[in-house]
Nanobody, 113 residues
Framework: QVQLVESGGGSVQAGGSLRLSCAAS????????MGWYRQAPGKERELVAR???????IYADSVKGRFTISRENAKNTVYLQMDSLKLEDTAVYYC???????WGQGTLVTVSS
């Protein structure tokens, strides 16, 4: 069964960093473009970053300059490096494979003051 498994979430103080990982159970080429979404309490799920074939990246305005999405095809893994974290970055972060319409289970990121 094809699946995505996120890891790397946790608690961090404002200004700190975390790196999320999304491991795919099959060749990442199957998954096509990959993205990270997040959902904060009481809010809708929103796109944070996306990486498409060829390595082009797209970011939400709220995270530009602070977050970096990358992909390591040899490990079938997509990463989200999050720096200069803010309180408003607190959310459950989900990995998404656009070609398959497949979500990971989510990983919680909590940023405190």
């Amino acid at each position: 069964q094809v699946q995505l498994v996120e890891s790397g979430g946790g608690s961090v103080q404002a200004g700190g960093s975390l790196r999320l990982s999304c491991a795919a159970s099959a060749s990442s080429s199957v998954f096509g473009g990959m993205g990270w979404y997040r959902q904060a309490p009481g809010k809708e799920r929103e796109l944070v970053a996306r990486i498409i074939s060829g390595g082009t990246t797209i970011y939400a305005d709220s995270v530009k300059g602070r977050f970096t999405i990358s992909r390591e095809n040899a490990k079938n893994t997509v990463y989200l490096q999050m720096d200069s974290l803010k309180l408003e970055d607190t959310a459950v972060y989900y990995c998404y494979a656009f070609a398959l319409g497949l979500w990971g289970q989510g990983t919680l990121v909590t940023v405190s003051s």
